[in-house]
């Protein structure tokens, strides 16, 4: 079976850094994606990680422990416009993705 | 962004009736997929298609049907609608199945079963 955790919510202040947690077990692996879905709005595409390591885009980063089953989303300089709720999702060979349940993350002034 | 659209994007019925959504692309995308959103669970999956006339099932497929005649138009029907089915219903499309290929997502159907 697969199974995909991720804290349910948390709270940054505008300008800091923080750092969204995913832990997952699956069957097979070929993947791990992130995506930011603001309320109402359909998610949008923002990482992908295969290989261990960090992935650099802009203010946003994501790390991968294949190892440990463990990656992370890490958001810089925090902005108002960056409350959302962010959903890591797994890929198997040939196998549809599983999505967890998403972290709603909220920036206070 | 990639060029899906959801029809209708909100709809209220009663319990009892029949509900087609409906999903275009003009990705020309071989996979389509529909999922539905609840507060807890996240998005799961409901059906998906890897070409015309071919689907199959997902996680939580009791209660919907699925067709796909042409390439770029996947609907999901509810027979009968029951209060259950209430949720926000996303498609999305992917070129591949898994690997390094992510998924991009329609705007979402709103769906209000009375």
């Known amino acids: 079976g697969q199974n995909i955790d991720q804290p349910t919510e948390m709270t940054a202040t505008e300008g800091a850094i923080v750092q969204i947690n995913c832990t997952y077990q699956?069957?097979?692996?070929?993947?791990l994606f992130w995506y930011q879905q603001h309320a109402g709005e359909a998610p949008t595409f923002l990482s992908y990680?295969?290989?261990?390591g960090l992935e650099e885009k802009g203010r946003f980063s994501s790390f991968l422990s294949r190892s440990k089953g463990y990656s992370y989303l890490l958001l810089k300089e925090l902005q108002m416009k960056d409350s959302a709720s962010y959903l890591c999702a797994v890929s198997g060979y040939g196998q549809n993705f599983v999505f967890g349940p998403g972290t709603r993350l909220s920036v206070l002034p | 962004d990639a060029g899906i659209t959801q029809s209708p994007r909100h709809k209220v019925t009663e319990t009892g009736t029949p509900v087609t959504l409906r999903c275009h692309q003009t990705?020309?995308?071989?996979?389509m997929y529909w999922y539905r959103q609840d507060p807890g669970h996240g998005l799961r999956l409901i059906h998906y298609?890897?070409?015309?006339?071919?689907?199959d099932k997902g996680e939580v497929s009791d209660g919907y049907s699925v067709s796909r005649s042409k390439t770029e138009d996947f609907l999901l029907t509810l027979e009968s609608a029951t209060s259950s089915q209430t949720s926000v219903y996303f498609c999305?499309?992917?070129?591949?199945?898994?690997?390094?290929?992510?998924?991009?997502f329609g705007d979402g159907t709103r769906l209000s079963i009375l």
């Open positions: 990680n295969v290989l261990d």
């Open positions: 990705e020309n995308h071989r996979y």
């Open positions: 999305a499309i992917s070129e591949r199945r898994g690997g390094n290929q992510p998924q991009h």
């Open positions: 298609s890897y070409g015309v006339k071919d689907t």
């Open positions: 699956t069957s097979g692996f070929n993947g």
